[in-house]
């Protein structure tokens, strides 16, 4: 027979669960967002003044230098933040997940219960 009690508290639990997982990847989106806005803000800076220093240098040879340094720490840059922004995207998905691990552990385990 159908308990509406116990179909009341599924529904709750289940809100509960989703709601914590909502709130869990919107932190960490937000963290994302935050952390790329900065990273854009910190390398147009950089390269303002990278541009600045160019047009003041005398010598050809003294620009290439100057623009093979720049290239060279601006690559550097950009695959640390990106290795950076990965680690944030697979922290966002582990967390993300976490309100959900005990309710599938118990739905399998219920299976596993039910099959033998």
């Not at 990847?25 to 935050?34: D, E």
């Not at 691990?101 to 385990?109: D, F, I, L, N």
Request: glycine share 2%; charged share 30%.
């Amino acid at each position: 027979m159908f308990n509406f009690d116990e179909a009341n508290k599924k529904s709750k639990e289940t809100m509960d669960t989703v709601l914590k997982s909502y709130a869990s990847v919107s932190k960490g989106f937000q963290a994302i967002a935050t952390e790329a806005a900065d990273y854009s803000k910190k390398s147009f800076e950089e390269g303002v003044a990278h541009l600045e220093k160019i047009t003041s240098v005398k010598s050809v040879e003294a620009a290439f230098e100057l623009q093979t340094n720049y290239f060279k720490s601006a690559y550097e840059a950009y695959v640390a933040e990106a290795t950076k922004l990965g680690e944030m995207y697979a922290d966002l998905a582990k967390d993300a997940y976490k309100p959900y691990e005990a309710p599938v552990a118990k739905a399998t385990a219920a299976v596993k219960a039910a099959a033998a």
